[in-house]
C-alpha cells in the first residue's frame, strides 16, 4: 500500500475494524480521490462493517460515473473539432 491507502490503513485498524477487511476495503480504494473520501468516512463515528462497504461501493460507482463522465466530454470535445475542421 502506498500513501493515502496507507493512512487509511492505519485509521481503520486504530478505529478498532479487523485487519482483513480493513485490507480488502484499502485494496478497493486504489487512488488517491478514493482513499481520500473513505478517510473522511471513516474519520467520523465508527461505522458496522455493512456501512463502511456500503460506503466504499459508492465511492467506487461515483469514481466510475466521473470517468465515464470525462470520457464523454473528452469524446464530444474531439467531434466538435472534427465537424469544425470539416466545415471549415
Do not use: W
Amino acid at each position: 500500500m502506498k500513501g493515502k491507502r496507507e493512512i487509511l490503513y492505519g485509521l481503520m485498524l486504530r478505529k478498532g475494524y479487523p485487519e482483513e477487511f480493513s485490507r480488502l476495503i484499502c485494496s478497493e480504494m486504489n487512488t488517491d480521490f478514493t482513499a481520500e473520501r473513505m478517510i473522511s468516512y471513516i474519520s467520523g463515528n465508527k461505522h458496522s462493517l455493512e456501512d463502511v462497504a456500503d460506503e466504499m461501493l459508492a465511492i467506487k460507482d461515483f469514481r466510475d460515473r466521473l470517468m465515464d463522465k470525462h470520457i464523454s466530454e473528452h469524446a464530444q470535445a474531439s467531434i466538435n473539432i472534427l465537424y469544425r475542421d470539416i466545415n471549415e
